[in-house]
């Protein structure tokens, strides 16, 4: 059974700080590994990995992913309160009958980023 | 961008009643659609994937009978929760595949909170 564990699974951080979110997964037939945000509704898109060592940015956020040990990891620099979210990891696959490729999802890190 | 329209947003039954939520993608034609269950402080469970024109795969321990799915169209899947229970209560959450080169890229609806008293 394909496995995505996140952690920490909470995180209380200031502004300004610095967070780094962890990913770690298990799977068979491994396509990609996204990241999304989740505030009240749900989620949306961050980012797609697909190859290991090429780091993704997009302002503040940062990922990157290694396919050999099986993570990845996703940084935000100079967090503000609109931060606060919980951010979830998904790994795609294919699917046990072999014709779709569907989403593992990991239980989320909770960041509260506090003024 | 792609665009996924759930209804209703918010939904209130009596238990015994059956649910039926819907899920569109707007500006664009969606031929996988997937569904998900998501329970208080909880992630995303795939309950099933839905096809166009073809009968959904449902994961296991989701009871096909209990929860149907249509995939009528490329724009439109419906899922219903019939004989719905208060342990039924949850965030239903729909995301449609769109095939971008290599991969599936899944836009999420906005997610239907399901409630069963």
């Known amino acids: 059974e394909d496995k995505v564990v996140q952690s920490p699974l909470s995180l209380v951080v200031h502004e300004g700080d610095t967070v780094t979110l962890n990913c770690s997964y298990e799977?068979?037939?491994?396509?990609?590994l996204l990241w999304y945000k989740q505030e009240k509704k749900a989620p949306t898109f961050l980012f797609m990995l697909?190859?290991?060592?090429i780091e993704k940015k997009s302002g503040r956020l940062s990922s990157i992913l290694d396919k050999k040990e099986l993570f990845s990891i996703l940084n935000i620099t100079a967090t503000q309160t609109g931060d606060s979210a919980v951010y979830l990891c998904?790994?795609?696959?294919?699917?046990?009958?072999?014709?779709?490729?569907?989403?593992?999802f990991g239980k989320g890190t909770l960041l509260t980023v506090n003024p | 961008g792609a665009v996924v329209s759930q209804h209703p947003s918010r939904v209130i039954c009596k238990s015994g009643t059956s649910v039926k939520i819907e899920c569109r993608s707007l500006?664009?034609?969606?031929?996988?659609m997937f569904w998900y269950r998501q329970f208080p402080k909880q992630s995303l469970m795939l309950m099933a994937t839905s096809n166009e024109g073809s009968k959904a795969t449902y994961e296991q321990g989701v009871e096909k009978d209990k929860f149907l799915i249509n995939h009528a169209s490329l724009t439109l899947s419906t899922l219903t929760v019939t004989s719905a229970h208060p342990e039924d209560s949850s965030f239903y959450i729909c995301?449609?595949?769109?095939?971008?080169?290599?991969?599936?890229?899944?836009?999420f609806g906005p997610g239907t909170r399901l409630t069963v008293t």
């Open positions: 799977v068979t037939n491994f396509r990609s």
């Open positions: 995301s449609a595949g769109v095939h971008s080169g290599i991969s599936y890229e899944q836009y």
């Open positions: 500006d664009f034609q969606a031929t996988t």
């Open positions: 697909t190859s290991s060592g």
């Open positions: 998904a790994v795609e696959a294919l699917g046990s009958g072999g014709s779709n490729y569907k989403l593992t």
